[in-house]
């Protein structure tokens, strides 16, 4: 499925610059609004466009502010500082097959008490100019709505929402890596402007079932735990088997910890993602799956399965 006939991945026009940013150069508010996209205009370029312009606005609305810029004696205004950067709280988001996700991405800005603009996107490709291959803007952009609140002195909070449906946005060759483009404009003499703030991970929701029988059984006869990985295709939005991965066989007693004991690569063809291993009953013992991800699926651990030997 090409980018063009994708859902649309923004519906923003600008990143609104605040009242009092566009007070400060001296601006009627909405002077800089850049223009709507034009109808169906929804892929990734278009996105990135839309992002660019808005940055292009708040470099124009700082340019315009009444020079010269108070800036704080000691020199600490000279640079607008971005830090913090989170996604989700920390560094991956997981999506399943239906519903709609909400990732959250947070930094902070500091180094002037005027912010003229800060905006975050993300993106997937090796590089904007020829190898771009998603670039999503985000809920607050889309409807004209300020992401960054004055917390201190010259240091702003700054949050933005997007929300990703699978069924639409994306194809199973999106998991893995993506970035953050972030700008962030004050009246500090460097600004910050960069592709990759952070990279952060989008992931295809896992589960690992655990099934150990036959239950209750007899000492000395034959266990089979069998458990199937398995992870969201995007394309055709049901669960898959994870062929090849290793999986390990975590054992513990009724009243002990787990640990591992053995580890093993998961089925392929009618076997898709299933493993099965047998242990010999002496003593009531639990036994589960475990999972430890990759950069495209996330760690996963089955529910353990205690069996009661007789």
């Not at 470099?59 to 500082?81: F, I, S």
């Not at 988001?93 to 002037?112: D, E, F, L, P």
């Not at 589960?288 to 495209?296: C, D, L, M, Q, V």
């Amino acid at each position: 499925m090409s980018q063009h006939s994708r859902k649309k991945l923004t519906t923003g026009k600008k990143v609104t610059l605040g009242v009092s940013a566009f007070a400060a150069a001296g601006l009627a508010v909405g002077l800089l609004v850049t223009p709507s996209a034009t109808a169906g205009e929804t892929d990734a370029a278009e996105a990135l466009k839309q992002s660019k312009s808005a940055a292009a606005d708040a470099a124009e609305a700082k340019a315009a502010a009444p020079k010269p810029r108070t800036l704080a004696a000691d020199g600490t205004g000279d640079v607008t500082v971005v830090s913090g950067i989170t996604v989700n709280g920390g560094n991956s988001a997981r999506v399943g097959t239906t519903n709609t996700q909400t990732i959250t991405v947070k930094w902070t800005v500091s180094g002037g008490s005027t912010l003229y603009g800060s905006h975050a996107a993300i993106w997937r490709g090796t590089d904007q100019d020829t190898g771009l291959k998603q670039f999503m803007n985000s809920e607050e952009f889309g409807s004209d709505t300020d992401p960054c609140v004055q917390s201190a002195d010259g240091t702003f909070a700054c949050t933005e929402t997007f929300k990703i449906d699978p069924r639409y946005d994306l194809k199973n060759e999106d998991a893995g890596a993506w970035k953050i483009d972030l700008y962030a404009i004050t009246e500090a003499t460097t600004d910050v402007d960069t592709e990759n703030a952070k990279t952060w991970y989008l992931q295809r929701w896992s589960r690992l079932s655990n099934n150990a029988s036959p239950e209750p059984v007899a000492k000395g006869k034959t266990i089979t735990i069998t458990g199937k990985l398995e992870r969201a295709n995007w394309e055709t939005h049901k669960y898959a088997g994870y062929t090849q991965q290793t999986v390990r066989l975590q054992e513990r007693s009724l009243t002990g910890s787990y640990a591992t004991t053995s580890s093993h690569v998961t089925g392929t063809g009618s076997l898709a993602g299933v493993e099965k291993q047998t242990r010999t009953a002496t003593a009531d013992r639990c036994y589960r799956y475990k999972f430890e991800g990759t950069t495209t699926t996330p760690a996963v651990t089955a529910t353990g399965d205690c069996v009661d030997v007789r």
